[in-house]
C-alpha cells in the first residue's frame, strides 16, 4: 500500500475509535476533532478537496463539543 492510503486509512479508523469512545470522556471528542484534521490532510494530499472542507468542518464541530462538554 502507498503511505498515502495508510495515512488516510489510519485518520479514517481514529475517527471510528474516538466516535465510539465519544461517551466515556470529553478528551474522546478532542480526539475525534484531531482525527477529522488528519483525515481532511489526507483528502487535501489525495486531491479530494470536497472530502477536506467537510472533515475540516465537521473537527470544528467536534472541537466545539469538546469545549462544551469540559
Known sequence: MEPLTVFGAA???????FYVLEERSPWAVLGFA??????AIYGWLAGAWPF???EGVWGL??????????
Open 11 to 17: 485518520s479514517v479508523g481514529a475517527m471510528l475509535l
Open 52 to 54: 477536506t472542507v467537510i
Open 34 to 39: 484531531l482525527a477529522c484534521w488528519t483525515s
Open 61 to 70: 464541530v467536534a472541537l466545539r463539543r469538546f469545549l462544551a462538554r469540559r
